[in-house]
């Protein structure tokens, strides 16, 4: 900074602010902060001055902590050292949390200013919604900007914003370019780029194919800094942790995650005192005795409660009495959990009628419905809204609502978004709102992409709604007018109109035919007798005639066609949306929409659709029957290798069958054990299979060699068995313990790593993915009374803690990202719920300073309507589905249940009587499952069959082309749409059989 003094300054322009943090620029929230130095709370105090009434506030509400607010920010100082070491050494990394945990505020007002001070970093930052138009590339553009062309003024930044932006998208500037500017323009600097609230990416309609490859330009962006040591570009991302799963779809970026994830946790309770004490110290106002303990009492470990406790603080800070802050203020507010629910009621009920009949559209369009995630908050446009009730919006977001943050830019226009998803979450009002008009919402959002595609093709007739897409619009605008705006109302109109035209048209058409029918039909008498001119002029005019009934009819039918193409697309993206966000039955509803989608039109919007059906609803690919086998105390020894090629079962007469799946032929067949077969497992490369025979020998047969390699000798026997690596393999013993042997060994009988349960029966074990966590589940008990006791060991230390569960546990798993620990079993007796617990473990992830043990939390019993006993679960790869292998119980139907981990309801359900086995295979593209007599594969993986790749996939077509797997999936499905549902969708349109069921 050559010496100067720190200052701040703020250039404004089009409504939005914009300007230059250190020696280069940086885009916060359209802040742009000129030669920027985080201010100490010594500094902060020596330049305050003493205002009349209160001092100034230092909470900051729903809003986070920006560079300017660093002073101000406590209590993550833990994390932010975490994230600077990280940020200085590794070119991306991803922090990762729910909503309201602070992410945004850690890296803007911690990480940020912390590199910021060290004099060797510029920064800039970006959210996907700071562009309007839904282009992440002119989003990107528009923080890059001030570093890479730092010389031009706000007119020639909006200008070139445009140009950066699509040269970017098309590829013709590689961004190694843009960095490499960016690093001639500040030699003596490195880069930090934030990508602010990730999730947009998901949540604001953007094209699949444009995510996709604005993900892989950023993955290009960190990679290209790697070859510098450290890095001179890095880049930080924040992304809600219930969108991982979506993000992690793109393997470069999962892979990127998976190597620099940090996971922002619940604030321990000495950081919550700290960021509730400290800001209001800098004020010198103190809190009233004992008041600190009941807030954190109140705040609890929920992450989401941090920014309900901002807004608690600041709504009190205009209540204190003397610089002290007391617990009738508190109270008065509605203490954490109610003060932004009671300050939202209080604006609201202050309205007129009119008003509030406004608010509630204006909140509900501000809301974008979860599609297998949480609801989550949209920019909404002016124009959206219309101008009529902008005032209103503007008034919600003055400083005595501040419920909506208003935004404008000169060429975007003016937006409005809630002040924050907090307020979706826990405003009473506004989610029962949500709830009474999802159907109208999930309407209206389909109902837009094809307004947007009108709009942008200048109005065409060709893109106006039609058949049952243009009356379901008719019905929908009958019933609620009010809440659609001028726009979107046209848009029917014209629509109307132009159905009310063709039908004149088609109408008068008809009308002239007939006349001209009549016409010929009086003068063919006289024609008859006239000469052989009249013949051929007779002949001509009959030419004509059909000419002209040629080309009505091929208008015709091209209005037809486009008629059905649109009918298509609406059905899809309704019946799209039913499959994610509904419940078992509307899912149903929404698949057999998608079909009818493609029995009218192959379009790409149907096809994407039926991608989701197929993914609810998996196709069988393959199935092979085989004799029942033995039951053992642990179930049916059932095995598959990680490609899928192999499937071994074990048998109650001491034999190992090793079956082909692809050729449904027995390769290998090996008769060891003296009487049942426990427990069998496949090593992760396929080469060797593990039999454990109540004998108490485990046996390690080496299948290429078709013989056993090693015999381990686990006393009193091995009741359930796991490979923890191709040299690795654990037991777990009906002698109290689980034992870990090296297969390298030259006798691992001599060198085991004995682990003492002490409560019986070992009958499952886990073991997480990076292999540090190690569950055992030992069981004890008697015929009246059956408990089990969890173990989780840190295979480095030992055993670090435990507890008891009831019932009779049968198998346990760790998701991948190691957070959760699933536990299944039987249901007790007497007891009509299933025994799944799910218990997080959460110094998986954080490790803990003092004891660095795994601390385990266990979550209330969730019931599975569909699942009795649970006898085998996995997780998928991205840990959002659960999938469990669930057997009949008091005439419960057994099937294997997609479970949505996140939402804990059910999500899909695979057609398999009685299982007893469920596993991924193929890297995850295929699930396995398995009864006592029959195995089945289920096709995860079918996108290349059902979207084309190429220009094939874009096409549209009214012609009907539906899937050969159709049949097997309406089978799935199991029912067809009611009489009222037919009207719903297709009005007085003859009802017909979607799926003709057996």
């Given at each position: 900074?050559?010496?100067?003094?720190?200052?701040?300054?703020?250039?404004?322009?089009?409504?939005?602010?914009?300007?230059?943090?250190?020696?280069?620029?940086?885009?916060?929230?359209?802040?742009?902060?000129?030669?920027?130095?985080?201010?100490?709370?010594?500094?902060?105090?020596?330049?305050?001055?003493?205002?009349?009434?209160?001092?100034?506030?230092?909470?900051?509400?729903?809003?986070?902590?920006?560079?300017?607010?660093?002073?101000?920010?406590?209590?993550?100082?833990?994390?932010?050292?975490?994230?600077?070491?990280?940020?200085?050494?590794?070119?991306?990394?991803?922090?990762?949390?729910?909503?309201?945990?602070?992410?945004?505020?850690?890296?803007?007002?911690?990480?940020?200013?912390?590199?910021?001070?060290?004099?060797?970093?510029?920064?800039?930052?970006?959210?996907?919604?700071?562009?309007?138009?839904?282009?992440?590339?002119?989003?990107?553009?528009?923080?890059?900007?001030?570093?890479?062309?730092?010389?031009?003024?706000?007119?020639?930044?909006?200008?070139?914003?445009?140009?950066?932006?699509?040269?970017l998208r098309e590829g013709e500037i590689p961004i190694s370019d843009v960095l490499d500017a960016i690093r001639r323009n500040h030699p003596e600097r490195r880069?930090?780029?934030?990508?602010?609230?990730?999730?947009?990416?998901?949540?604001?309609?953007?094209?699949?194919?444009?995510?996709?490859?604005?993900?892989?330009?950023?993955?290009?962006?960190?990679?290209?800094?790697?070859?510098?040591?450290?890095?001179?570009?890095?880049?930080?991302?924040?992304?809600?942790?219930?969108?991982?799963?979506?993000?992690?779809?793109?393997?470069?970026?999962?892979?990127?995650?998976?190597?620099?994830?940090?996971?922002?946790?619940?604030?321990?309770?000495?950081?919550?005192?700290?960021?509730?004490?400290?800001?209001?110290?800098?004020?010198?106002?103190?809190?009233?005795?004992?008041?600190?303990?009941?807030?954190?009492?109140?705040?609890?470990?929920?992450?989401?409660?941090?920014?309900?406790?901002?807004?608690?603080?600041?709504?009190?800070?205009?209540?204190?009495?003397?610089?002290?802050?007391?617990?009738?203020?508190?109270?008065?507010?509605?203490?954490?959990?109610?003060?932004?629910?009671?300050?939202?009621?209080?604006?609201?009920?202050?309205?007129?009628?009119?008003?509030?009949?406004?608010?509630?559209?204006?909140?509900?369009?501000?809301?974008?419905?979860?599609?297998?995630?949480?609801?989550?908050?949209?920019?909404?446009?002016?124009?959206?809204?219309?101008?009529?009730?902008?005032?209103?919006?503007?008034?919600?977001?003055?400083?005595?609502?501040?419920?909506?943050?208003?935004?404008?830019?000169?060429?975007?226009?003016?937006?409005?978004?809630?002040?924050?998803?907090?307020?979706?979450?826990?405003?009473?009002?506004?989610?029962?709102?949500?709830?009474?008009?999802?159907?109208?919402?999930?309407?209206?959002?389909?109902?837009?992409?094809?307004?947007?595609?009108?709009?942008?093709?200048?109005?065409?007739?060709?893109?106006?709604?039609?058949?049952?897409?243009?009356?379901?619009?008719?019905?929908?605008?009958?019933?609620?007018?009010?809440?659609?705006?001028?726009?979107?109302?046209?848009?029917?109109?014209?629509?109307?109109?132009?159905?009310?035209?063709?039908?004149?048209?088609?109408?008068?058409?008809?009308?002239?035919?007939?006349?001209?029918?009549?016409?010929?039909?009086?003068?063919?008498?006289?024609?008859?007798?006239?000469?052989?001119?009249?013949?051929?002029?007779?002949?001509?005019?009959?030419?004509?005639?059909?000419?002209?009934?040629?080309?009505?009819?091929?208008?015709?039918?091209?209005?037809?066609?486009?008629?059905?193409?649109?009918?298509?697309?609406?059905?899809?993206?309704?019946?799209?949306?039913?499959?994610?966000?509904?419940?078992?039955?509307?899912?149903?509803?929404?698949?057999?929409?998608?079909?009818?989608?493609?029995?009218?039109?192959?379009?790409?919007?149907?096809?994407?659709?039926?991608?989701?059906?197929?993914?609810?609803?998996?196709?069988?690919?393959?199935?092979?029957?085989?004799?029942?086998?033995?039951?053992?105390?642990?179930?049916?020894?059932?095995?598959?290798?990680?490609?899928?090629?192999?499937?071994?079962?074990?048998?109650?007469?001491?034999?190992?069958?090793?079956?082909?799946?692809?050729?449904?032929?027995?390769?290998?067949?090996?008769?060891?054990?003296?009487?049942?077969?426990?427990?069998?497992?496949?090593?992760?490369?396929?080469?060797?299979?593990?039999?454990?025979?109540?004998?108490?020998?485990?046996?390690?047969?080496?299948?290429?060699?078709?013989?056993?390699?090693?015999?381990?000798?686990?006393?009193?026997?091995?009741?359930?068995?796991?490979?923890?690596?191709?040299?690795?393999?654990?037991?777990?013993?009906?002698?109290?313990?689980?034992?870990?042997?090296?297969?390298?060994?030259?006798?691992?009988?001599?060198?085991?790593?004995?682990?003492?349960?002490?409560?019986?029966?070992?009958?499952?074990?886990?073991?997480?993915?990076?292999?540090?966590?190690?569950?055992?589940?030992?069981?004890?008990?008697?015929?009246?009374?059956?408990?089990?006791?969890?173990?989780?060991?840190?295979?480095?230390?030992?055993?670090?803690?435990?507890?008891?569960?009831?019932?009779?546990?049968?198998?346990?798993?760790?998701?991948?990202?190691?957070?959760?620990?699933?536990?299944?079993?039987?249901?007790?007796?007497?007891?009509?719920?299933?025994?799944?617990?799910?218990?997080?473990?959460?110094?998986?992830?954080?490790?803990?300073?003092?004891?660095?043990?795994?601390?385990?939390?266990?979550?209330?019993?969730?019931?599975?309507?569909?699942?009795?006993?649970?006898?085998?679960?996995?997780?998928?790869?991205?840990?959002?589905?659960?999938?469990?292998?669930?057997?009949?119980?008091?005439?419960?139907?057994?099937?294997?249940?997609?479970?949505?981990?996140?939402?804990?309801?059910?999500?899909?359900?695979?057609?398999?009587?009685?299982?007893?086995?469920?596993?991924?295979?193929?890297?995850?593209?295929?699930?396995?499952?398995?009864?006592?007599?029959?195995?089945?594969?289920?096709?995860?993986?079918?996108?290349?069959?059902?979207?084309?790749?190429?220009?094939?996939?874009?096409?549209?077509?009214?012609?009907?082309?539906?899937?050969?797997?159709?049949?097997?999936?309406?089978?799935?499905?199991?029912?067809?749409?009611?009489?009222?549902?037919?009207?719903?969708?297709?009005?007085?349109?003859?009802?017909?059989?979607?799926?003709?069921?057996?």
């Amino acid at each position: 900074m050559s010496g100067e003094d720190p200052k701040v300054s703020a250039e404004v322009s089009g409504g939005t602010a914009q300007g230059v943090i250190g020696a280069g620029e940086v885009h916060v929230e359209r802040l742009i902060i000129n030669n920027y130095a985080q201010p100490s709370p010594a500094a902060d105090k020596a330049v305050r001055t003493e205002p009349l009434v209160l001092p100034e506030n230092p909470y900051k509400g729903l809003s986070h902590f920006g560079p300017t607010d660093a002073g101000l920010f406590f209590g993550r100082q833990k994390a932010i050292d975490k994230l600077v070491r990280a940020v200085q050494t590794k070119s991306f990394n991803a922090v990762l949390g729910p909503s309201g945990c602070g992410k945004s505020s850690v890296i803007l007002a911690g990480v940020a200013p912390a590199l910021h001070a060290t004099g060797q970093w510029a920064f800039t930052y970006f959210r996907v919604s700071d562009s309007l138009e839904k282009d992440p590339f002119l989003a990107l553009a528009q923080s890059l900007l001030p570093l890479y062309l730092p010389e031009l003024d706000e007119t020639d930044r909006l200008v070139q914003r445009r140009k950066l932006g699509a040269a970017l998208r098309e590829g013709e500037i590689p961004i190694s370019d843009v960095l490499d500017a960016i690093r001639r323009n500040h030699p003596e600097r490195r880069v930090l780029l934030i990508a602010d609230q990730f999730e947009e990416l998901y949540t604001s309609n953007i094209d699949p194919g444009l995510q996709t490859r604005f993900m892989d330009l950023l993955i290009e962006a960190a990679r290209t800094s790697t070859t510098g040591s450290p890095p001179v570009f890095s880049l930080a991302v924040t992304l809600r942790a219930d969108f991982l799963g979506v993000a992690s779809l793109h393997r470069p970026f999962a892979d990127a995650i998976d190597e620099s994830a940090h996971v922002l946790g619940p604030m321990e309770a000495e950081e919550l005192r700290e960021a509730i004490v400290e800001p209001a110290g800098l004020r010198d106002v103190v809190f009233e005795d004992g008041l600190v303990e009941t807030i954190l009492a109140d705040v609890g470990q929920e992450p989401g409660n941090l920014p309900l406790l901002e807004f608690a603080l600041t709504q009190m800070w205009e209540q204190q009495q003397d610089r002290r802050l007391t617990l009738a203020a508190y109270d008065s507010v509605g203490r954490v959990t109610g003060a932004l629910t009671k300050h939202a009621d209080r604006v609201f009920e202050s309205l007129a009628d009119d008003d509030k009949a406004g608010a509630r559209r204006v909140f509900t369009q501000m809301v974008r419905l979860g599609a297998g995630t949480e609801d989550t908050r949209r920019v909404a446009r002016r124009d959206e809204l219309s101008d009529a009730i902008w005032p209103l919006v503007q008034r919600l977001a003055g400083p005595d609502c501040r419920l909506v943050v208003t935004n404008a830019t000169a060429d975007e226009g003016e937006t409005a978004e809630v002040v924050h998803e907090t307020l979706i979450k826990h405003w009473g009002r506004l989610r029962h709102w949500v709830t009474e008009d999802r159907v109208f919402l999930t309407w209206l959002e389909a109902f837009r992409v094809f307004l947007g595609q009108w709009a942008e093709h200048g109005q065409r007739d060709e893109d106006l709604l039609r058949g049952a897409a243009l009356g379901q619009a008719e019905e929908w605008h009958s019933k609620r007018a009010k809440a659609l705006n001028d726009t979107e109302s046209a848009f029917i109109d014209a629509s109307v109109e132009a159905r009310d035209r063709q039908a004149r048209e088609e109408k008068e058409r008809q009308e002239r035919e007939l006349k001209t029918a009549k016409a010929l039909a009086r003068r063919r008498r006289t024609l008859a007798y006239g000469s052989a001119l009249a013949a051929t002029a007779l002949a001509i005019m009959g030419w004509f005639l059909n000419e002209a009934r040629i080309v009505s009819e091929q208008a015709q039918a091209r209005a037809e066609k486009a008629q059905r193409i649109a009918t298509a697309q609406n059905l899809a993206a309704v019946g799209e949306l039913q499959v994610l966000t509904g419940n078992a039955e509307e899912a149903a509803l929404g698949a057999l929409l998608v079909i009818e989608s493609l029995k009218r039109a192959s379009t790409l919007q149907g096809r994407r659709a039926y991608e989701k059906v197929l993914q609810y609803y998996p196709p069988l690919i393959l199935e092979m029957d085989y004799d029942e086998v033995g039951v053992s105390n642990s179930g049916v020894p059932l095995a598959v290798t990680p490609d899928g090629r192999l499937f071994a079962i074990g048998t109650s007469d001491g034999r190992t069958e090793v079956w082909e799946l692809e050729a449904r032929s027995l390769l290998f067949e090996a008769k060891g054990a003296e009487g049942a077969v426990r427990a069998v497992a496949f090593s992760p490369d396929g080469t060797q299979l593990a039999a454990a025979g109540i004998d108490g020998v485990t046996r390690i047969w080496n299948l290429r060699a078709s013989k056993v390699a090693q015999e381990l000798a686990h006393p009193r026997g091995a009741q359930t068995i796991l490979y923890g690596s191709n040299e690795t393999l654990i037991t777990g013993g009906l002698d109290d313990t689980a034992r870990i042997w090296d297969l390298r060994e030259p006798d691992p009988n001599t060198t085991p790593t004995i682990l003492e349960h002490f409560t019986g029966d070992v009958v499952a074990l886990g073991l997480s993915q990076d292999k540090r966590w190690l569950a055992t589940i030992g069981w004890h008990g008697s015929d009246l009374m059956e408990e089990n006791v969890l173990k989780v060991w840190d295979t480095k230390f030992g055993a670090r803690t435990g507890g008891y569960i009831h019932g009779d546990v049968q198998s346990t798993a760790f998701s991948p990202d190691g957070r959760f620990l699933a536990i299944g079993g039987i249901a007790g007796y007497g007891d009509d719920e299933p025994r799944i617990r799910k218990t997080q473990i959460r110094s998986v992830l954080i490790e803990s300073s003092k004891t660095n043990e795994p601390d385990l939390v266990h979550l209330p019993v969730f019931a599975m309507t569909r699942v009795g006993s649970v006898r085998s679960l996995v997780f998928d790869s991205d840990s959002k589905w659960l999938i469990i292998a669930g057997g009949g119980y008091r005439k419960r139907e057994s099937s294997v249940t997609v479970w949505d981990f996140a939402k804990d309801r059910v999500a899909a359900s695979v057609d398999h009587k009685d299982p007893w086995f469920v596993a991924l295979v193929s890297n995850g593209e295929r699930l396995v499952t398995a009864s006592r007599d029959k195995v089945r594969v289920w096709d995860l993986a079918h996108g290349e069959a059902v979207l084309p790749a190429g220009e094939a996939a874009n096409a549209q077509s009214d012609v009907a082309e539906l899937p050969g797997d159709v049949p097997s999936v309406c089978e799935r499905i199991g029912r067809n749409l009611s009489a009222e549902e037919w009207k719903q969708y297709f009005g007085d349109q003859d009802y017909q059989e979607t799926c003709p069921i057996r």
